[in-house]
């Protein structure tokens, strides 16, 4: 069966910096978009990175852009995101997903999504 693991979380100060990496398996990694979302106490949870199948195509949400990068090793069945300099807004549990149905909008909203990891912990303080 598909599965996403996430990885690389924990507790920084403000303007520090995380690599979070998410492993994939049972699925044609490469066939896929890759997407990041995070999820904060009380709130929805919000697209905040995605990248195509073959790396070239990446989109951030406008509260990450210039801060985080995302990118993929195809070879390695993995999605990475760079994250600095954090910011205590940022705290959040973040999940990976995958998809294949790539659209403007369906790689920004969560039902574009069909499988997803189980999240990691973000704890950023001020």
């Known amino acids: 069966q598909v599965q996403l693991v996430e990885s690389g979380g924990g507790l920084v100060q403000a303007g520090g910096s995380l690599r979070l990496s998410c492993a994939a398996s049972?699925?044609?990694?490469?066939?896929?978009?890759m997407g990041w979302f995070r999820q904060a106490p009380g709130k929805d949870r919000e697209f905040v990175a995605v990248?195509?199948?073959?790396?070239?195509?990446?989109y951030y949400a406008d509260s990450v852009k210039g801060r985080f990068t995302i990118s993929r090793d195809n070879a390695k069945s993995t999605v990475y995101l760079q994250m600095n300099p954090l910011k205590p807004e940022d705290t959040a549990v973040y999940y990976c997903?995958?998809?294949?149905?790539?659209?403007?909008?369906?790689?920004?909203?969560?039902?574009?999504?069909?499988?997803w990891g189980q999240g990691t912990q973000v704890t950023v303080s001020s």
């Open positions: 997903a995958a998809g294949r149905r790539f659209t403007p909008t369906t790689i920004r909203i969560r039902t574009g999504y069909d499988y």
């Open positions: 990248v195509r199948g073959n790396g070239g195509t990446l």
């Open positions: 049972g699925l044609t990694f490469s066939s896929y978009y």
